[in-house]
């Protein structure tokens, strides 16, 4: 469910590869139960109402607010997909997708229903015959009430399987999306967070509900929003289901293999271990080169196998093929609870498995659990690589898919021990703050956010691009231009400051509120103080002009050990006195451009 009554482009989805249109339609009638979720359209930057009059990117929609999106949120006609639409998504720069959020589902029956009153309404406020104040003032109250009917405490039984999102990239290139789930008890700080890589192409990924369960406690409202990482000019996305699902399982023999879940003994080697030892065991014949070709396709491979753990990991560490198993599953459990086991830490879908055994009785006892699973004899592991089922391309994205998905069940299982450690978990996010000086190239950045920035923003200037201009020229005047990533995305550019060195004095210290809480403040604060005591000797000063959207985040000043000298025109002096110790906590990694560096040797 999106904004219909503000967005009443509709487009033919005959633009769309008919490949593509099937793929949305996959799903049909296995869905059995979801949310209805009201997707909207907002900016990473907002600094409600503020920006309408001073960013340059401001685009009003009929309700006035701003367009964040090229064409709004257009609807696609898709009569096989799900919800019955697509939705076609321009994303312009700071634009990104929310939604308050619950776990209330709802019968798939019902909620097309609720989407096509929801679309039957909306279409009638964006072409009703009225004045600009009162279309602005209905159209404000639906959108309030489909908030307000997402954002309560559940309290039933019934659990979605998964976050679901389809989503088609109709591009060259591959676009990276960060998903982010918030909890709107402010005292749970600690998000889920996820990165999608979107190559060109169709896309269909499951968040499991224990995952995002792990971070905060999912029976309470939270937030949704979906962010396509360093957008230029424009971002094309198409989106089908973006909702909290239940499925049925079901067998699509025509559908590629995702992961192929090996047994061991005289299946991946000739022997067994614990009757034989490892040092009589061979590798079968190829074997190896069967499971690098699977590897380079991007098709993920596990183990499934009776055996003792540390035993086994030995002698597939001795040939060399340990690095290439994802959570491996070695105990004495039965096959189909392992392969259970190994589709949850893998978030993939049961019928995209394959599973090689030697024994007849094991193939059974996995078909009759999962019946939706393929299953082959080990006789037949050489004809793997030829399935139609495995011919999938080679790409640069197929070779690195192991190593995602590596890195992800890293990020899972550290994460499980955060709890509400905030520190520990942004340690864990890896974030690195990059520093260089502002150029002719960065200046529109900065002007940017130089205007939009109110709750960071700890001088209160917004300046136009003459003046930047002008400081960029005056050799007294020192410039920082910040940029943010860490292991889910990149932020981009989100931070300016401005330090004259003649005193030395920082006049200027702005961020975008996409970093708030994250330590970067702290970080850069803290860097550009060490770094101006050491090269003058000198006390270190800072402008703050308090307000009430601020003072918040102006705490960093005390953080970090800066008092108040003296106040003149709303404006606080405050000091850093040079034999002070500079606190760092270590969380975010600072990194200066190589053309900053050299700005300070000259």
């Known amino acids: 469910m999106y904004e219909t009554e503000a967005n009443g482009q509709v487009e033919s989805g005959q633009t769309i590869p008919a490949d593509v249109i099937q793929r949305f339609g996959e799903l049909s009638g296995s869905v059995f139960a979801r949310t209805v979720l009201p997707w909207s359209e907002h900016c990473t930057e907002c600094v409600w109402p503020t920006c309408y009059s001073t960013c340059d990117l401001y685009s009003p929609r009929k309700d006035g607010r701003c367009r964040r999106f090229a064409d709004g949120m257009v609807r696609v006609e898709c009569s096989t997909a799900v919800n019955s639409y697509l939705l076609k998504i321009q994303f312009k720069r700071w634009g990104k997708l929310w939604s308050p959020a619950n776990l209330q589902l709802v019968s798939a029956e019902r909620a097309a229903k609720v989407e096509k009153t929801d679309y039957r309404i909306g ?55 960060s998903l982010t789930l918030r909890s709107t008890d402010q005292s749970k700080k600690v998000p889920f967070q996820k990165l999608i890589e979107l190559a060109p192409g169709f896309h269909r990924v499951r968040v499991p509900i224990e995952d995002i369960a792990k971070s905060f406690d999912v029976l309470y409202p939270f937030d949704i929003e979906l962010i396509p990482n360093d957008v230029g000019k424009l971002v094309t996305l198409y989106f089908g289901l973006m909702e909290f699902v239940s499925e049925k399982e079901r067998v699509d023999a025509g559908k590629k293999v995702k992961c192929v879940v090996w047994d061991l003994d005289n299946t991946m080697w000739d022997g067994v271990l614990v009757e034989d030892g490892p040092e009589k065991l061979r590798l079968r014949p190829e074997i190896a080169n069967v499971i690098r070709q699977l590897d380079d396709r991007g098709i993920l491979q596990s183990v499934a196998s009776k055996n003792n753990h540390d035993d086994a990991m030995e002698v597939l560490k001795r040939f060399a093929i340990d690095q290439y198993f994802l959570c491996p599953q070695i105990s004495w459990r039965p096959k189909g609870e392992s392969i259970s086991e190994i589709a949850r ?92 000086p502002m150029t002719e190239g960065s200046l529109d950045r900065v002007h940017e956010l130089t205007q939009r920035t109110n709750q960071m923003n700890f001088s209160g200037n917004r300046y136009d691009r003459g003046v930047l201009k002008a400081i960029l020229a005056n050799p007294d005047l020192k410039t920082y231009v910040l940029s943010c990533e860490d292991r889910f995305g990149s932020y981009g550019i989100v931070g300016f400051s401005i330090v004259d060195v003649r005193e030395p004095r920082m006049t200027d210290l702005m961020f975008s509120c996409r970093v708030q809480s994250k330590r970067v403040e702290h970080a850069f604060l803290g860097h550009i103080i060490t770094a101006n005591i050491i090269d003058s000797s000198r006390d270190f000063f800072a402008n703050y002009r308090k307000t009430s959207r601020n003072a918040p985040y102006g705490k960093v000043f005390d953080d970090v050990g800066m008092v108040e000298v003296e106040e003149s025109a709303g404006v606080k002096s405050l000091v850093f006195k040079r034999g002070n110790k500079v606190p760092n906590d270590g969380v975010v990694e600072i990194i200066e451009h190589e053309v900053l560096l050299e700005q300070s040797k000259s």
Do not use: W
Not at 348 to 364: H, K, N, R
Not at 382 to 401: A, F, H, I, W, Y
């Open 123 to 177: 279409t009638i406020l964006y072409n009703f015959p009225a004045s600009s104040r009162v279309k602005t003032a209905a159209i404000a109250m639906r959108y309030k009430s489909k908030k307000r009917a997402v954002s309560r405490q559940i309290t039933h039984d019934e659990m979605p399987t998964s976050f679901l999102l389809e989503c088609y990239n109709p591009g060259i290139s591959i676009v990276r999306l």
């Open 345 to 436: 830490q893998l978030s993939i879908g049961m019928d995209t498995f394959l599973f090689v055994d030697d024994s007849e009785f094991e193939l059974e006892q996995v078909k009759t659990t999962h019946p939706e699973v393929r299953v082959i004899n080990a006789a037949q592991y050489l004809t793997l690589p030829q399935m139609n089922e495995c011919d999938v391309p080679v790409t640069d994205e197929s070779k690195g898919r192991r190593k995602m998905y590596q890195v992800e069940a890293t990020r899972q299982e550290i994460a499980e021990g955060f709890a509400d450690d905030y520190i520990s978990f942004l340690r864990h996010c890896e974030i690195r703050l990059t520093i260089g």
